[in-house]
């Protein structure tokens, strides 16, 4: 039952703002128990409620953030949508056909209510406006806080620091460990409602997922964490920029079986995947690793059909990508069929990177191709 008497009064606002009559909406609730419950005289069941608003273009969650103080709202989501929508010259009504009334927006834009994902995103289509953009602005031109601690990974790799993996190691796995104190002591409690059990799983997971991650980058995991790692990647339904950055920085220690499943996925999904240059390079960047890998271990044969799987990755304007893929190619051509234009390819791609001063890069490769050429 909905029992607190502003929840009238906030009905009643959404329905005048509307445009409704009471007489509108007697087929769910008669004109005089509506006027009794607007007036805060009796009681409606939120059944009711949610009826009522889904006739009027609004749902119960809107409700709820309306006379829900303690339901959270972020209201730089309304206040950029407004920014971007006024710029490209919208108007408040253009997503009417969205389910998105002028009164509905009004109170979005002014950080009262939440829109659903899908409602925003949808939004955001009509104007011709990314995900990517909106996001990106979203997040002051900065990103996620996972995809940042990766790109200091990926930087630390390229240059041999040892040092900065073991730290982001070591507190990687401090945050896990703290988490999983908080969901013990969680667990020995009745109510867990305010920060639930599942949650602190998943933080624990993915905090340890990249501590593995930064370790993986200088040195061999132990048998027990790599299964560990095989058994998050397995559970992975839908690929995420986090989730592709754990399987590239990991590979390596990845058995060849579970490499196979990850790109034959990827592979299948290729349209999903292709044009988005994170995902893209995420995924070359995996299949790179993964040609060393499996010639490490003697499949050569392996290393061919990865390179033709991940050619279809590649786009003209990624520059990174393509040397890399021209390393990993040379490599093959001359660790398993003895061609020393595969060395000469390798050293054409040391010195592309050199001659854009990416010297750490440059050197990492460099390091590679004195390693198992020279």
Partial sequence: MIENDKYGVIFKEIRTNQGFKAKDLATVVPVATLSEFENGKRMLSADKISQALELMGFSLADFEYLTNPKKKVFGRYGELFHEIREQRGYSECYFISLGVSSYRLQLFEEGKIMLGYDIVDAMLQEMHVTEDDFSHHLNKGQDDEFVEIFNRIEQAYYKNDVKTLKQIEMYMNEYAQNIEEIEKEQNKREKVEDYPVEMLTRQFSDYRMIALSAKSCYTTLEDKEKEEVADFLMGVDIWTRFTLAVFAAVVMDLEYATIRTFLQEFWKEEKLFEDNIHYRNRILQAAVKAVFAVISKGRGDVAVKILDFSKGY???????????????????????????????????????????EDISVAGFYRQIYLRYVK
């Avoid at 590649?314 to 660790?335: M, N």
């Avoid at 061609?339 to 050199?354: A, C, S």
């Fill in 314 to 356: 590649l786009k003209e304007t990624d520059d990174h990508s393509k040397a890399i893929y021209k390393f990993a190619q040379g490599y093959e051509r001359y660790a398993v069929h003895g061609n020393e234009e595969g060395g000469l390819l390798m050293q054409k791609v040391i010195e592309h990177f050199e001659f854009l």
